[in-house]
């Protein structure tokens, strides 16, 4: 959440930055929504990275396996 604010003031031309860097960003997202506006976004990404690493662990293990029993 606090990259893609950073990203939207950023890339707007001939509009003033409102956030001094990334703590500008985390200040202004805490004091809008606190800790939870802080992560709001955050379980799609853990659900996302999860499902990769147990295909990539299941590939590993098939192929560690074939290559143990040959």
């Given amino acids: 959440m606090a990259d893609t604010r950073a990203s939207i003031k950023d890339g707007m031309r001939g509009v003033q930055s409102t956030h001094n ?6 200040t202004s997202v805490y004091k809008e929504g606190g800790v939870r ?3 709001r976004g955050a379980g799609m990404y853990v659900t996302g990275s999860t499902k990769i690493n147990e295909i990539g662990f299941c590939v590993g293990e098939i192929r560690w396996n074939t290559y143990l029993w040959r």
């Fill in 37 to 39: 506006g802080l992560y």
């Fill in 21 to 26: 860097g990334i703590k500008g960003v985390l």
